[in-house]
């Protein structure tokens, strides 16, 4: 029996991803998973793809709708796909440049979507950047991609992002940088990107994630957050005064904690995100606790932007391994994200 | 009934450490859960300490030995207590510098008793260092002023250390670097320092934990492994160079990996230890994993030293809130090791 507000829950917009990656055996998968979940979502990609992964996991055909709003009809019927044809066949595991520009095109449409409000969110399957790079795109990834697209669609308000926040198994990290050296980390953070970055965490806890008063913790950068400066300064010259400016500003977020101490099962109930100043002292505990159920999501964008946290997965690609967890648990949270938006700001 | 091996398990020394910390009350504990495992040790401390602690948990008095010897059969009745009365009363939670010479004194003593075979390997429970520091103590830490005593009392063979490996829940992590700033450690880490430290890891999981062929996986220094160099170039210029000629010399080492993928549970299964360039990067997974029980091995030592892996607890100490886990891994590691380098060459 179809849930009651079926018809009023507005569908998710994944993205095709690279079609030589996993992402359609996934996609096929999290559909079967979720038909009968009043979770929908649609698919921006090619229906013949998507049909030879429906058959091949003895799924019913996915059907072609004209717009998003029909997703929601459809979702308990069969994979809704809004098509996007790709030039070139698709070969798994092995990338074809030929369909970069369909790749691109395809996240082009799902902000189209989202912005307009058709869809209520939007997931991305996994791209290989070493192919779109070849095709002309200008983009360090895509979440920067993203940012820009969001800045041409609307306007935007500060604090704005893309801030990028890995969850997994209850545990929220958002990140101050990303894809650098771990050279360049100590000269890159300043107390107005970690301030900026603690703003749209806290921001975002609050509307998509319904959490009143956040409790953020703030990780040192140096061994035992640099033990009063004894092994490193950072944390006395910029990271805890940072945090006191932001503590004026309303935000509540600590002092720079020992890294390796906040991420225990005990410390996790006490706070609701960890902000980590680089990437592996982020991905590291997220990773280790759940590999395969940890998601990537994109804060302070207009809209709501939730991907797996994995790549493309071409060594695995078509053999029946790739798994959905990571890409299941990307569409619920975009859901559960979509309903404290809609709601924020109204009790 | 006791084990019939008893009389010959030579016992481990526990170091006092700082008296005013949780060590006295842990030590207590440990006892408790170990008099009747065939895993004996000497504490080296104030026996009317040892005494007070054993009438707050109800235990029977600890027995003065005048010989390490004489600790495995004391074992299963009391706490066995080599005598080093201190100066000045102990008051938990606040250090007094009156005593910081018995700490040092301890470990002198233990090292002493392990130098000579008395016993089969050091634990040692944990000291302040700005406490020692103000009492002419010059040492960085615990680790470095063990490898100056080993330097003083034995000859010791190349590879040697001290290099600091953390451990629990079946993981093991071994440092490249450890206390220094985070900014330091891209330069600080060199192909020598690498190739050091992985002998010195791959030896000890042959001597100490009874692995024939060690696998060990080294972790990149950036972001996903630095991604071919277009994240940073430490892992072609230094980190893989280092691997291959380690390779070369017989031991089993990856290349550099991307570290946040490395320690998920699946993962855990391909490897036996996993060298870590800096101290988050190996503290984080081992601590989120178990905090509790982990411990700390120092390698590369003519004996065998382990510690919990915690500090002195100042601020929880006396009040009965101290947990033994970490001290009763310490001690059962301890004994596992010395098993293993006693048979170790000769099967």
Known sequence: MKSINNSHTRPIALTLGDPSGVGPEITAQAWAELRDKNLPFFLIGDPELARQHAILQRLPEPVCIDEPRDATRVMTDALPVLPLPLPAPVKAGKPDQRNAKAVITSIELAVKTVSSGQASALVTNPIAKAVLYKAGFKHPGHTEFLGALARQNSDWPEPHGPVMMLGASGLRVALVTVHIPLSQ???????????????????????DFGIAKPRIVLCGLNPHAGEEGAMGDEEVRIINPAAKNLRRLGVNITNAQASDALF??????????????????????????????????TLGLPFIRVSPDHGTGFSIAGQGKARADSLLAAIKAAHSMSACRKSYGRS
Do not use: C, W
């Open 185 to 207: 980390v100590a000269s890159t953070i300043s107390r107005e990107n970690i301030m900026k970055v603690a703003q749209v965490l806290d921001h975002a806890l609050q509307q």
């Open 264 to 297: 225990r099962e005990e410390a996790r109930n006490d706070y609701d995100a960890v902000l980590a100043l680089y990437h592996d002292q982020g991905l590291i505990p997220v990773k280790t606790l759940d590999f395969h159920g940890g998601i990537n999501t």
